[in-house]
């Protein structure tokens, strides 16, 4: 089985500032992937990042990047220089690669606020 | 490049009718997966089809139930509503294992 964490229920960050939302994880599948997403109030669940469990790089996407520790099982998504439309909910997923397809496990979720 | 389409968008459905959703994926995916979001719960997977046919399948009871035509789109249907159903109905696409996986707007149902 597989789960993911995320601690922080709600986070406040001034505009300009960065900002790490966290998210630890749990399995046994040798091979995985994980994923976070954005969610604004409309809805819609925006893909922002992807790690897979044997990149050797943190992975980078403009703005996004995400501090992949294996060893601690952890994936923390790095939102730099925040903007006033990052405020949204923020969610870490997973997807184990045995047989899983593309089944994603979320957690329950960050509701990040700007500040101006 | 068109994204993934979920139709309708909101809809209100009386307890013990039947509701069906859509999902248009992504042009060259053929993997659409659904799951369903409530403030309750969260995020929860309902299954995935993969080619037509069904790959995995999530905890649910038997009134949740989809299909995948030829060309990948995807139908769910929920029989016999109850008022727990009420939720964000959420729709991906990709690829196989692939790294991006892509989710529609979603649809709102709420049963009264």
């Known amino acids: 089985a597989q789960k993911i964490t995320q601690t922080q229920p709600g986070m406040f960050v001034q505009e300009k500032e960065a900002v790490t939302l966290d998210c630890t994880y749990d399995t046994s599948d040798p091979s995985y992937g994980l994923f976070w997403y954005k969610q604004p109030s409309s809805g819609e669940m925006i893909f922002l990042i992807y790690?897979?469990?044997?990149?050797?790089q943190n992975a980078t996407e403009g703005r996004y990047s995400l501090n992949f520790q294996k060893a601690r099982k952890s994936a923390n998504l790095v939102i730099s220089a925040s903007q006033l439309g990052d405020s949204a909910m923020y969610f870490c997923?997973?997807?184990?690669?045995?047989?899983?397809?593309?089944?994603?496990?979320f957690g329950g979720g960050t509701r990040l606020m700007v500040k101006p | 490049k068109a994204g993934v389409t979920q139709t309708p968008r909101y809809l209100i459905k009386t307890r013990g009718q039947q509701v069906t959703l859509s999902c248009s994926p992504i042009?060259?995916?053929?993997?659409v997966s659904w799951y369903q979001q409530t403030p309750g719960q969260g995020l929860q997977f309902l299954f995935e089809?993969?080619?037509?046919?069904?790959?995995n399948k999530g905890n649910f009871p038997g009134r949740f139930s989809g299909r995948q035509f030829s060309n990948s789109r995807s139908e769910m249907n929920v029989s016999t509503l109850e008022l727990g159903d009420s939720a964000l109905y959420l729709c991906?696409?990709?690829?196989?294992?692939?790294?991006?996986?892509?989710f529609g707007e979603g649809s709102w149902l709420t049963v009264v």
């Open positions: 042009s060259g995916h053929r993997s």
């Open positions: 991906a696409s990709s690829l196989d294992q692939g790294h991006t996986i892509y």
């Open positions: 997923a997973m997807r184990g690669d045995n047989n899983a397809g593309n089944m994603l496990t």
């Open positions: 089809y993969f080619s037509e046919t069904q790959r």
């Open positions: 790690q897979g469990s044997y990149d050797q």
